[in-house]
């Protein structure tokens, strides 16, 4: 089965602080795990995405760790803005045919000011 | 403005019509994907096109569903016989050729479809 599950389902932070997000997937045919943000009425956004061989990945606020034993990896958000409010979805890329992306069911976050 | 753009924005119609969505992809972009995204739900794979042949399709895509992309270009994405269950945000992704294996999709702004 190739699932991506996510959590939490809904993740409320203060102004500053570390937002945390993460998922976990099942199945090994995955080469490619990127973090989009959706706004309301918009399409997703790709904000970071990781490789399997690499253990973490940093962009400004934003970073990816990854644990391939696991088969977890998780998004962390330093010092976090109300503008940073959005609903958050993990994905995993299937290796074969389409390479279609499979997501975890999002993450509603809240920075409060 | 050169991302993926989808049209109309808002389809709202009455069970047992037929609608049709359009999704214009990047210029150059010869992959297209089709996502449904439900509320409060991640985006789920429909069917993919690379140039203009369709090369999956999910079993979601009921039969009546069906997706075109004549000449390569824009992709068609037409529901017969609505029913409330496919009430949903239709999103259209493309993704560039390229040897690079981790080519991002970009995402369109979606069409949402309520059916009554």
């Known amino acids: 089965q190739q699932q991506v599950k996510q959590s939490p389902q809904s993740l409320i932070v203060q102004k500053g602080g570390i937002s945390i997000i993460n998922c976990a997937y099942e199945?090994?045919?995955?080469?490619?795990f990127p973090w989009y943000q959706q706004f309301p009425g918009k399409g997703p956004a790709l904000l970071i995405a990781?490789?399997?061989?690499?253990s973490e990945k940093k962009e400004g606020r934003f970073t990816i760790s990854f644990n391939k034993s696991a088969k977890q990896f998780s998004l962390h958000i330093m010092d976090s803005q109300p503008g940073d409010s959005a609903t958050y979805f993990c994905a995993a890329r299937i290796i074969q045919g389409a390479q279609k992306l499979v997501f975890g069911q999002g993450t509603r976050l809240t920075i409060n000011p | 403005d050169t991302g993926v753009s989808q049209d109309p924005r808002h389809k709202i119609t009455k069970r047992g019509q037929n609608v049709t969505f359009r999704c214009d992809p990047i210029s150059e972009h010869n992959r297209l994907y089709w996502y449904r995204q439900t509320l409060g739900q991640g985006p789920e794979f429909l069917t993919y096109?690379?140039?203009?042949?369709?090369?999956?399709k999910s079993r979601l895509l009921s039969d009546r569903f069906s997706a075109e992309r004549p000449k390569g270009s824009f992709s068609t994405l037409e529901i017969q016989r609505t029913e409330q269950g496919d009430s949903a945000m239709y999103l259209c992704a493309s993704r560039p050729a390229g040897v690079s294996s981790y080519n991002e999709q970009f995402f369109g702004p979606g069409t949402r479809l309520t059916v009554l």
């Open positions: 990781i490789r399997p061989d690499v």
């Open positions: 199945n090994t045919a995955f080469d490619y």
């Open positions: 096109f690379q140039n203009e042949a369709q090369l999956e």
